[in-house]
């Protein structure tokens, strides 16, 4: 059967358009078919976004969440199986490998920084993990598989969704980056803004060898300050002189205002203190003239009903005048503005060698490592039986179980 006239002229029409095209450097007809439209959420980005190294996230997942308000942290909150959340657009799908414990924890089980949260609410501070999933725009400046820490409510969780401006690049997902979100910078931030640190000052430090004490230590001591640390045993001692710090007390087996006295009888310039009660009353007694007092905390009394352990004030604003001293409170979130750059200047000196992290995994605890989120709780208590030598923290995934999904 012949071609019909009208197939072979469209035939040699089309060949003819085919090679002018391909003269042009247009090898195939996309350029000419009508284009559709893409979705505003390209999801075709999903299966990268979502699958990390041919991992699979699960449909649900464990979360440590407040169901009612209470300084006993154990009363207030418990594990819950929850499906694990989606990032928005500018958020990170994090998984946790590590979560960072503070003494705050109870403060917001307590419902005492915010009275009108009622419970449930999810706890947690402070964690440390690999980027699972995100947004499109978060997209922009994060991958799937980067390494990032923050500092946001929620941290409790296997998976945490974090806005994206909150979350902070990190080499690795090592715990020690973990001990700068809060503990590092309360630490830096506090002494760099109100501790006025000059070379030859006197710097006495209160819970020296805990989370954030080791960190005002260091930052003293590279002041040129003289720095004195209080602790609970000699290993804490020891600890404490290995980071630079001139003269550990502890108090356990000596007489701390009768050292103080008799060692120090000008006083102390500047006081970093975070127990509260009896300590605070030590510390006020104990300034130089023109001393200056920074309360980052009171942890003595946080496990009670409201939050304040006993103080006998009433004779401060005399012991104030005549030293012409000063008290001054800092509470982190006010100090935001400066955060990045504290973290940034502690993660060089922590890079560089000049700035210890100590970490406790709870290695010693008396149930033994701090794995799973179920551990949250014993780590709490470890951290308020005071054994805990550095910061706290808990392994929620460990490396062994993200290994065996890949």
Known sequence: MSTPLWAKSTRRAFLFSFSRLKRRGIDSLSGLLPVPKRPIIDMSYSAHFIDFKGSSIPSTMKKVVVNKLSPNFREAA??????????ADADLLVRNRFVGINASDINYSAGRYDPTVRPPFDAGFEGIGEVVGLGLSASSRY???????????GAFAEYTVVPAKKSVPVPSVKPEFLTLLVSGATAYIALKRLGDLVEGKTVLVTAAAGGTGQFAVQIAQQAGC???GTCSSDEKAGFLKSIGCHRPINYKVEDLAKTLKTEYPKGIDVVYESVGGSTLELAINSLANKGQLIIIGFISGYQSASGIPQFRGATVPVKLLQKSASIRGFFLPHFISDYREALTSMMQMFATGKLVCEVDYGDLAQEGRFVGLESVFRAVDYMYAGKNLGKVVVEVTP????NSKL
């Open 399 to 402: 490396q062994s179980n993200i």
């Open 78 to 87: 418990s594990v819950q199986t929850v499906p694990v959340p989606t990032p």
């Open 143 to 153: 991958t799937v598989g980067d390494s990032v820490a923050y500092f946001s409510n």
């Open 226 to 228: 003289h720095v004195i």
